[in-house]
């Protein structure tokens, strides 16, 4: 198996508009959830949500504007920052030799939406002629091969939340293996359409929002949480041969050094312990290290009362009393659940707190739960954490559970 | 009266930020930057301005006089109505 290498970081988030910006509003937990600005929100329960200001108008030419569902726009983005990034030139790279993969839950949801709306809700007929391009879940994926002219595998991962952890994963083999030079990875989610943030709603598993503080509503960890926040982003890296990252001069942010899966098998939507910590297992074999080389993890840490407890027993089971050693940070108390993204910014996320040998905090946790006693960085970020590994975890609805183990980058 | 040709371009400058100066019944829609796919959906606003209903099959359209061409015939059948205007300004019939 060869090294891989990321060379290159896009992000379009709640948290910023480029990984860097990302990174720095983590590091001072500063929250990108707030009260959703739409026209709707008066017909929600709770109208929260981490949304984007994103004016699409500023990246693409009106024509093919008019093809790009949200999600598509925003992953679209993010690729084009994580290849400038890489300043890879894919004219050097031999055809069908770079693939892109892709996570996306929802797809093309305000796209889906605007149809249902239009049948149902106007009892019209006149369905827009690109609503199957623009709503299909490939769509993502499409456009950055079309954009780029990446003529090798382009795949999508629809395993919602753990959809581009999954994706970066399977690009990680690919390269591993010798089949690919290069790919792009990550996840792109548009979630914040009417009708998803209703069903969303009708599952009982959203916020409510903190009445003094709504930019708080998601509390990772802590006793009071009460749920999650959906969040709308993109977040894409560039994976390559080491010896290839090596050889051109790239920038290196950092390593995948695994990759594992399990499947809970047991329940749609409730974690289990031994399914979460298989997937966590599954990643230190393939990466061949043992509990004892991991030195943080970003959890999966939704802010569901179930997550939440059900992830800390199983990093319990894996690492035993080091369990309470190690820096554990959810991000998504600032982001919120970005759902087939999520897992793609916290990669990178983590990738650069550990750059900057820093812990990442889990911001608003002020009420330790005694099924939650781990170290979760609480509210403060923790400078002079010299990680040189980490895990990254995202447990799925559906019971998909993907776990990257991430390397600090230098010469092992 | 504003003619056909008029209306389409007035939505090619609004949807596509085309600019005007520049549209000829000669244009071809390919090089506007609406190829095959582009022309479904530009057939779509079509249907709502000018309050006709396409045929299910699709119509060979290269130019900009092409579409007008064909909204024209779909016009005067479907409205019973002769065309206001077409490319040229000037009533179709002397007599009208």
């Given at each position: 198996?060869?090294?891989?290498?990321?060379?290159?970081?896009?992000?379009?988030?709640?948290?910023?508009?480029?990984?860097?910006?990302?990174?720095?509003s983590?590091?001072?937990?500063?929250?990108?959830i707030?009260?959703l600005?739409?026209?709707?929100?008066?017909?929600?329960?709770?109208?929260?949500?981490?949304?984007?200001?994103?004016?699409?108008?500023d990246?693409?030419?009106?024509?093919?504007?008019?093809?790009?569902?949200?999600?598509?726009?925003?992953?679209?983005?993010?690729?084009?920052?994580?290849?400038?990034?890489?300043?890879?030139?894919l004219?050097?790279?031999?055809?069908?030799?770079?693939?892109?993969?892709?996570?996306?839950?929802?797809?093309?949801?305000?796209?889906?939406?605007?149809g249902?709306?239009?049948?149902?809700?106007?009892?019209?007929?006149?369905?827009?002629?690109f609503?199957?391009?623009m709503?299909?879940?490939?769509?993502?994926?499409?456009?950055?091969?079309?954009?780029?002219?990446?003529?090798?595998?382009?795949?999508?991962?629809?395993?919602?939340?753990?959809?581009?952890?999954?994706?970066?994963?399977?690009?990680?083999?690919?390269?591993?293996s010798?089949?690919?030079?290069?790919?792009?990875?990550?996840g792109?989610?548009?979630?914040?359409?009417?009708?998803?943030?209703?069903?969303?709603?009708?599952?009982?598993?959203?916020?409510?929002?903190?009445?003094?503080?709504?930019?708080?509503?998601?509390?990772?960890f802590?006793?009071?949480?009460?749920?999650?926040?959906?969040?709308?982003?993109?977040?894409?890296?560039?994976?390559?041969?080491?010896?290839?990252?090596?050889?051109?001069?790239?920038?290196?942010?950092?390593?995948?050094?695994?990759?594992?899966?399990?499947?809970?098998?047991?329940?749609?939507?409730?974690?289990?312990?031994?399914g979460?910590?298989?997937?966590?297992?599954?990643?230190?074999?393939?990466?061949?290290?043992?509990p004892?080389?991991?030195?943080?993890?970003?959890a999966?840490?939704?802010?569901?009362?179930?997550?939440?407890?059900?992830?800390?027993?199983?990093?319990?089971?894996?690492?035993?009393?080091?369990?309470?050693?190690?820096?554990?940070?959810?991000?998504?108390?600032?982001?919120?659940?970005?759902?087939?993204?999520?897992?793609?910014?916290e990669?990178?996320l983590?990738?650069?707190?550990?750059?900057?040998?820093?812990?990442?905090?889990?911001?608003?946790?002020?009420?330790?739960?005694?099924?939650?006693?781990?170290?979760?960085?609480?509210?403060?970020?923790?400078?002079?954490?010299?990680?040189?590994?980490?895990?990254?975890?995202s447990?799925?609805?559906?019971?998909?559970?993907?776990?990257?183990?991430?390397?600090?980058?230098?010469?092992? | 009266?504003?003619?056909?040709?008029?209306?389409?371009?007035?939505?090619?400058?609004?949807?596509?930020?085309?600019?005007?100066?520049?549209?000829?019944?000669?244009?071809?829609?390919?090089?506007?930057?609406?190829?095959?796919?582009?022309?479904?959906?530009?057939?779509?606003?079509?249907?709502?301005?000018?309050?006709?209903?396409?045929?299910?099959?699709?119509?060979?359209?290269?130019?900009v006089?092409?579409?007008v061409?064909?909204?024209?015939?779909?016009?005067?059948?479907?409205?019973?109505?002769?065309?206001?205007?077409?490319?040229?300004?000037?009533?179709?019939?002397?007599?009208?």
């Amino acid at each position: 198996m060869k090294r891989v290498a990321v060379t290159g970081v896009g992000v379009v988030s709640p948290l910023g508009a480029s990984a860097a910006e990302a990174y720095r509003s983590a590091y001072r937990g500063r929250s990108g959830i707030g009260l959703l600005d739409a026209p709707f929100a008066h017909r929600l329960l709770s109208p929260l949500a981490a949304a984007l200001r994103f004016n699409a108008e500023d990246h693409f030419d009106p024509p093919k504007l008019r093809m790009l569902d949200r999600v598509s726009q925003f992953a679209l983005v993010a690729a084009s920052q994580a290849l400038d990034e890489a300043a890879i030139n894919l004219r050097d790279v031999d055809s069908g030799r770079a693939g892109v993969f892709v996570g996306t839950a929802m797809g093309g949801s305000h796209t889906v939406d605007d149809g249902y709306k239009t049948l149902y809700g106007d009892d019209s007929d006149r369905l827009k002629p690109f609503s199957v391009l623009m709503g299909m879940y490939n769509a993502p994926a499409a456009w950055i091969s079309i954009e780029h002219g990446i003529d090798g595998p382009n795949l999508t991962y629809s395993t919602a939340c753990s959809s581009s952890t999954v994706a970066i994963g399977e690009a990680w083999l690919r390269i591993a293996s010798g089949g690919l030079d290069i790919a792009i990875a990550g996840g792109a989610e548009a979630p914040l359409s009417f009708g998803s943030l209703k069903a969303w709603e009708a599952l009982h598993t959203l916020a409510v929002a903190d009445a003094c503080a709504p930019w708080a509503s998601c509390k990772p960890f802590s006793k009071n949480r009460r749920g999650m926040v959906l969040g709308e982003g993109a977040a894409m890296l560039v994976l390559e041969p080491w010896e290839r990252a090596v050889a051109r001069g790239a920038f290196i942010h950092g390593e995948i050094l695994g990759y594992g899966l399990s499947t809970d098998a047991g329940h749609i939507t409730r974690p289990s312990v031994a399914g979460q910590a298989a997937a966590i297992r599954a990643a230190l074999a393939s990466a061949t290290l043992n509990p004892s080389a991991i030195d943080a993890i970003n959890a999966h840490g939704t802010g569901t009362l179930a997550n939440d407890a059900t992830e800390t027993a199983a990093i319990k089971a894996v690492f035993g009393e080091r369990a309470y050693r190690i820096p554990i940070s959810a991000t998504k108390a600032l982001h919120g659940h970005l759902l087939g993204a999520a897992g793609a910014l916290e990669c990178v996320l983590s990738l650069l707190a550990m750059q900057h040998a820093v812990a990442l905090p889990t911001m608003h946790l002020q009420t330790p739960d005694p099924e939650c006693d781990l170290d979760y960085v609480a509210n403060c970020a923790r400078d002079g954490v010299p990680a040189r590994t980490m895990l990254s975890s995202s447990f799925a609805f559906g019971g998909t559970n993907a776990v990257l183990v991430l390397g600090a980058g230098a010469s092992r | 009266m504003t003619t056909t040709f008029e209306r389409i371009v007035s939505m090619l400058v609004k949807d596509y930020q085309l600019n005007a100066d520049a549209l000829t019944p000669d244009s071809a829609l390919d090089e506007l930057g609406i190829d095959s796919l582009g022309v479904a959906e530009l057939m779509f606003n079509v249907e709502d301005e000018f309050k006709i209903t396409l045929p299910p099959e699709a119509a060979r359209l290269a130019t900009v006089g092409d579409v007008v061409h064909y909204i024209d015939g779909l016009v005067a059948a479907q409205h019973g109505v002769p065309v206001p205007g077409g490319l040229i300004k000037a009533p179709l019939s002397p007599a009208a």
